[in-house]
């Protein structure tokens, strides 16, 4: 499965500020293995998983309380190699 949409902002190489919400996304290659570590990596940061998505993209959303075990984790999921993209999470109007 090759997706072809991505995100529309760029990924920032440190968490430089803090949002509770994000959705993380992985390369369509990454075993299911890595997806669930990083799960593991999450909760036991104090996170909790809020979505799984497993079928036209690979990843999760999550919400994360603000602590430094939180942006410590969110830094470790941004520096994955399987890591295609993550962002904040949140509403979307058209107007």
Sequence with gaps: ?????????AIQPRVRHFS?????IFKDN???SEIDEAVRQVES???RIT???????LGFAATFPEAEASINALNALNS???????????VVRTQ
């Design 1 to 9: 499965m090759t997706s072809k949409w991505r995100p529309f902002l």
């Design 20 to 24: 509770s919400r994000k959705i993380v």
């Design 30 to 32: 990454t075993p299911q």
């Design 45 to 47: 940061s104090g996170g």
């Design 51 to 57: 979505q799984r998505y497993n079928t036209l993209m």
């Design 80 to 90: 994955h190699p399987q890591l295609d993209y993550m962002e904040d999470d949140g």
